[in-house]
């Protein structure tokens, strides 16, 4: 239906306490990315927060090229959101036996990064202490500390903001996962509850290891190596592998997007459809 016409309830859980998941599942032409990575990922998610809802693979498979049959763009994401439900009152402890509210849209977005184009999409970044909570590994619709951080970048006139917790280890930027390049060794922080477990960070990781021309390793990251990076990128659905040219107005690297950069995208593409 049009979007004016949906109607979810004021009392519905998700807008009272952001007590909900969600995912945001790119295609491009038709093609899905990450399909069974997001679907899993969601299925986690609900488990973590206890709400009942079944996963349908194939079910979700027409729902999202139902969704993307309605424009034309080629480059579009869908926007999945489960919710708690709608309760008779305010109440912070879970209700039972409430209906899950599912709630979906699709949305245009960039084209795949073409790292053969004089058009690369690049990032300028700041810094700032991870002020959010401590389940980040959960893709929880309340993000007010996202937002906020996201907000803090913007306000300096940069694309995002890379975090790190109090003993200046990195997690991950306000929308995206990290990597760091040094040495052709590729770096990103390890899994867990500061982090999310990124769809694309994870085909990532297995387009490097598949294409055999590169290290990569999950460790912990101190703040200082970003001072001395040969490249930095930013993950995520919508920036594919997005090269960082600067941080706190700080260069990185040669201040252009660098060879293992160029290589690693490419692998992603080979792969994002198959994972």
């Known amino acids: 239906m049009p979007s004016h016409e949906a109607k979810i309830s004021p009392m519905d859980r998700g807008f009272l306490f952001g007590d909900g998941i969600y995912e945001v599942i790119p295609t491009y032409e038709g093609n899905i990315v990450g399909l069974h990575l997001h679907l899993e990922r969601m299925r986690n998610g609900l488990a973590e927060i206890g709400i009942q809802y079944h996963i349908d693979t194939e079910q979700w498979i027409k729902r999202i090229r139902r969704l993307i049959s309605e424009s034309a763009t080629p480059a579009q994401s869908v926007y999945i959101h489960i919710s708690r439900g709608t309760d008779a009152k305010r109440f912070h402890a879970y209700p039972d036996n409430l209906e899950p509210t599912v709630y979906a849209f699709a949305f245009p977005i960039p084209d795949s990064q073409n790292m053969h184009s004089e058009e690369i999409r690049s990032y300028h ?78 085909i990532v990781i297995n387009a490097i290891r598949e294409q055999r021309k590169y290290d990569v390793q999950e460790r912990i990251i101190h703040k200082s190596e970003l001072d001395t990076a040969d490249e930095v990128w930013i993950t995520s659905s919508s920036k594919e592998v997005g090269p960082v040219l600067s941080i706190d107005d700080k260069t990185v690297g040669t201040g252009v997007p660098g060879q293992v950069w160029r290589d690693t995208q490419q692998a992603y593409n080979e792969l994002k459809f198959r994972s």
């Not at 700032?128 to 909570?133: A, I």
């Not at 996201?150 to 930027?173: C, M, P, R, S």
């Not at 040495?183 to 769809?199: A, E, K, M, N, R």
């Open 125 to 202: 970044v700041v810094t700032s202490e991870d002020k959010r909570w401590q389940r980040c590994h959960i893709k929880s619709t309340s993000l007010l500390g996202n937002v906020m951080h996201y907000q803090h970048g913007k306000d300096n006139g940069k694309d995002e903001v890379i975090l790190y917790n109090g003993k200046g280890q990195l997690t991950e930027a306000s929308s995206c996962n990290v990597f760091v390049v040094k040495d052709g060794l590729i770096s990103t922080p390890p899994l867990d509850h500061q982090i999310l477990p990124g769809v694309t960070r994870q």
